[in-house]
Every structure is written in structure tokens, then in C-alpha cells.
């Protein structure tokens, strides 16, 4: 089974009905899989990313820009969307990690790339044997992840980010 890493723009106004009722946002998930413009993957590059930007794994980082795909605010705990609950992130709170990430370059994250330690602390998915290859892959999901809290931040939308 893959991990697939989602992000799903919406309004403050959506945001706050998943909060009441998260069975909509199911309902939002399912309906959006095949044609929604606010839905967004990042495949499996969402722990690669992580380690990029703090130096560690999902399992043990502590770092601020963990929350652009884990910001410790769940929908609803009880949920499971596939690989757990859905977190999300306010409009303000999106701006502001958009200003953090907008200013790294793919030249910042590959000099934090370090495939024998990402093997160490076993980030997902484990193919950082692969290289450039693997770094590229990272990096196409870094890129996607910004222009996404970009567009999201012109539009003062939230962000809901889940794995399934």
C-alpha cells in the first residue's frame, strides 16, 4: 500500500462545516478524486519533504514546517481518511508558512539532502538510494506544495492536508 499526501484548498467558511460535520469533508474527498482543481497530491513525497525541510522524519520531527503537511490540528481525531485523521490550517496560518516555504529554493533542499541518513531514519518512501533521481522526486512534491499554499494564500483559503 502507498501513502499518497493530499491537499485540499478551501474556504474558511468549508473549513469550518468539516470542523461540525466531518463526514462532509468525506464526502468532499470522495466526490473530488477525480476532478477537483482544490485537490492536490503529492504521492508519496510527503516525508521527504518533511526531512528536507527540518532534518528529520515525520516519526521524530519537531520543527516549525512540519505543519505544512502536519500541523497537529485535526478535523476530527476520530476520523481515518486512510492513513488517519485530516489536519488543517487557517487562512492566517497558511500565509504564514507560505512566506517560510515561498523563500526556499531547490538549491536549499538539495543541500539538505542526505539519502544515508534518510535511509537511517527509514523516510517514506524508501528510495533514497535512487539519488538525483530521488531528490527529484522530492523536489517535483516540494514545488507542487508550494504553489499550492501560493494559491491558497492569494485566495485566503485554508488548507486541509491528509494521507490516504
Known amino acids: 500500500m502507498s501513502m499518497i499526501g493530499n491537499l485540499l484548498r478551501v474556504k474558511q467558511s468549508e473549513l469550518e462545516e468539516y470542523l461540525q460535520n466531518s463526514s462532509l469533508l468525506e464526502d468532499r474527498i470522495n466526490d473530488d478524486e477525480t476532478e477537483n482543481k482544490e485537490l492536490t497530491d503529492i504521492d508519496k513525497s510527503w516525508d ?49 508558512l507560505n512566506t517560510e516555504i515561498s523563500a526556499i529554493t531547490i538549491n536549499d533542499l538539495k543541500l539538505k539532502f542526505n539519502p544515508q541518513k534518510m535511509n537511517e531514519l527509514e523516510v517514506y518512501p524508501t528510495i533514497w538510494d535512487e539519488g538525483d533521481d530521488a531528490f527529484d522526486y522530492v523536489a517535483d512534491g516540494f514545488k507542487t506544495l508550494q504553489d499550492v499554499f501560493a494559491e491558497a494564500t492569494k485566495k485566503g483559503e485554508a488548507i486541509i492536508t491528509f494521507l490516504n
Do not use: C, M, W
Open 48 to 96: 521527504g519533504i518533511i526531512f528536507l525541510l527540518t532534518g528529520q522524519s515525520l516519526a521524530n520531527a519537531e520543527h516549525n514546517l512540519v505543519r505544512v503537511l502536519f500541523s497537529g490540528q485535526l478535523i476530527d481525531e476520530e476520523q481515518d481518511l486512510g492513513y488517519g485523521p485530516a489536519h488543517y490550517l487557517t487562512p492566517k496560518q497558511v500565509a504564514e
